[in-house]
Antibody, heavy 116, light 107 residues
Framework: EVQLVESGGGLVKPGGSLRLSCAAS????????MNWVRQAPGKGLEWVSS????????YYADSVKGRFTISRDNAKNSLYLQMNSLRAEDTAVYYC?????????WGQGTLVTVSS | AIRMTQSPSSFSASTGDRVTITCRAS??????LAWYQQKPGKAPKLLIY???TLQSGVPSRFSGSGSGTDFTLTISCLQSEDFATYYC?????????FGQGTRLEIK
């Protein structure tokens, strides 16, 4: 069974940093691209970043470019999102998702709250 | 960036109704379109990919059609568990973009 479990969310002050993790199981993690998608409270879905299976290709939304860094460790079946210079508008539930035909499997999400 | 526009943004329907949600892309995306269902407090669930291919395990009352710029999601006979928010997503090019969502409520 495919499972994606996010962790690392929490309350952080504006300008602060946070690192999200996503632990994958039930599939060959190293064979798939992965995505981060976020959802602000009461709002729609927003794609944040994607990384190819071997980390050769990385993409970011303009809203996070230069502040967020996506990475992965295929030996640990893990996906990461390093978030720096956080702003109030980054407050959201962050989902990791497997990139296959869109996003075929999603984690349960982790809440990031940016507030003083 | 490719803009995805869904309509309607919300509407009410009754169990047993046939409903259609539309999604328009600001430029051609071939068939690189997915539909998701999201219920409150839950992660999105993939329903349809490649515009018309039903994801494994999704009931056959869901169907998708279209290519290029115009797409539809149809639910042939609404069930109580179908009341949720639906999103389209293009994965033709980066940045990946979603429609704003269509909230389907019980009449």
């Amino acid at each position: 069974e495919v499972q994606l479990v996010e962790s690392g969310g929490g309350l952080v002050k504006p300008g602060g940093s946070l690192r999200l993790s996503c632990a994958a199981s039930g599939f060959t993690f190293s064979s798939y691209s992965m995505n981060w998608v976020r959802q602000a409270p009461g709002k729609g879905l927003e794609w944040v970043s994607s990384i190819s299976s071997s980390s050769s290709y990385i993409y970011y939304a303009d809203s996070v470019k230069g502040r967020f860094t996506i990475s992965r460790d295929n030996a640990k079946n893990s996906l990461y999102l390093q978030m720096n210079s956080l702003r109030a508008e980054d407050t959201a539930v962050y989902y990791c998702a497997r990139s296959e035909s869109g996003s075929d499997y999603w984690g349960q999400g982790t809440l990031v709250t940016v507030s003083s | 960036a490719i803009r995805m526009t869904q309509s309607p943004s919300s509407f009410s329907a009754s169990t047993g109704d046939r409903v259609t949600i539309t999604c328009r892309a600001s430029q051609g995306i071939s068939s690189y379109l997915a539909w998701y269902q999201q219920k409150p407090g839950k992660a999105p669930k993939l329903l349809i990919y490649a515009a018309s291919t039903l994801q494994s395990g999704v009931p056959s009352r869901f169907s998708g059609s279209g290519s290029g710029t115009d797409f539809t999601l149809t639910i042939s006979c609404l069930q109580s568990e179908d009341f949720a928010t639906y999103y389209c997503q293009q994965y033709y090019s980066y940045p990946i973009t979603f429609g704003q969502g269509t909230r389907l409520e019980i009449k």
